[in-house]
C-alpha cells in the first residue's frame, strides 16, 4: 500500500458537542484528500470543525491528479477536495464517488509571487523583460494551478518564450517552495498560499488578471467510501456553511 501523507489534527472535545443544531453522540474519523493549494484554510476548517463535532479529520494532500490516482487505486478517503471540477466529476462517472455530491466549494485565484520586494511590477511585465533565471509554477498535467499559469504564459504569447526557464513543482506548494528557498526568483502560485505565508515579508506580487487563465473552479465531492459515514456527510455540509464561508474567503477564495 501507498505510503500516504497525512496531517492530523487532535482537539480534546468537549462533554457537550454541538453542530448545526444536533448532538454529535459518536466521535469518528474522516480521512480527506485535499490539493495542495487549499492547505491552510483546510487547518482552520478541520479545527472549526472537530471543536464542534467532536469527529478527527485525517488530511493528505497533493496534487488534483495525484490524489485522484490515490483515490482510484483504494486510497482510504471518504472525501477529495479538488483543485478543480474535472476530476470530482470523473469520480461520480466512475462510480467511486456519489452522485449528486460535487459541488464548488472555492474559486481560486492566481498571483505571480517573488521574494524579492522589487522584482514584480504592478502589471506582470517582468514576465516580457524576462530578467530572471528560474520562473516556477506547478505542473500543469497534475495541478489545476499550473494549468492556469500555462493558459496565463501562452495568453500573453511567452509559453514558448519561457521554456528554459521553467521549473516545474509537482504540485502548487512544491512551486512555492521553489520560490520561498531562492531556486526560482519568482513564480505562479494560488492567491491563498501568498496570503497565507507571506505577512511578514511579502516580497512582490502581480494578482493575474481572471481573463488570462480559465476559471479555478475548485470542486468537493463525497467518495463512495463514505457514502454511509455520517461524519463524513456532516463535513461536507459544514464546507458549504456559513460556519466555513468566511474562513475560505479569507484566503483570497470566492465563494459561490
Not at 142 to 152: E, N
Not at 161 to 177: P, R, S
Amino acid at each position: 500500500m501507498p505510503a500516504w501523507r497525512y496531517f492530523i489534527f487532535h482537539l480534546i472535545p468537549s462533554a457537550s458537542l454541538l453542530i448545526f443544531g444536533s448532538v454529535s453522540v459518536v466521535a469518528d474519523e474522516i480521512y480527506v484528500a485535499v490539493a495542495s493549494n487549499f492547505t491552510e484554510p483546510m487547518k482552520q476548517l478541520t479545527q472549526l470543525f472537530q471543536q464542534s463535532s467532536g469527529h478527527q479529520v485525517i488530511v493528505s494532500v497533493g496534487s488534483t491528479r495525484q490524489l485522484y490516482s490515490q483515490i482510484k487505486n483504494g486510497g482510504p478517503f471518504q472525501i477529495f477536495l479538488s483543485a478543480d471540477l474535472t476530476h470530482p466529476q470523473k469520480l461520480v462517472a466512475e462510480e467511486l464517488a456519489v452522485k449528486g455530491t460535487v459541488f464548488i466549494y472555492a474559486i481560486g485565484k492566481l498571483v505571480l509571487w517573488s521574494q524579492d520586494a522589487h522584482l514584480i511590477d504592478a502589471e506582470g511585465k517582468v514576465l516580457k523583460i524576462g530578467q530572471f533565471n528560474h520562473l516556477a509554477l506547478a505542473n500543469p498535467k497534475t495541478a489545476p494551478y499550473g494549468m492556469a499559469a500555462q493558459q496565463t504564459l501562452k495568453r500573453l504569447g511567452l509559453w514558448q518564450t519561457l521554456q528554459n526557464k521553467l521549473v516545474q513543482g509537482n504540485n502548487i506548494t512544491q512551486a512555492y517552495q521553489f520560490i520561498a528557498t531562492g531556486n526560482a526568483e519568482l513564480g505562479f502560485i494560488a492567491l491563498s498560499q501568498y496570503q497565507a505565508v507571506t505577512k511578514e515579508s511579502p516580497g512582490s506580487h502581480w494578482l493575474v488578471p481572471e481573463s488570462l487563465y480559465e476559471a479555478i473552479l475548485q470542486g468537493a465531492v463525497l467518495l463512495k467510501t463514505g457514502e454511509n459515514n455520517l461524519a463524513a456527510k456532516a463535513f461536507i455540509a459544514f464546507l458549504g456553511s456559513p460556519q466555513a464561508r468566511p474562513v475560505i474567503e479569507s484566503y483570497g477564495y470566492v465563494v459561490p
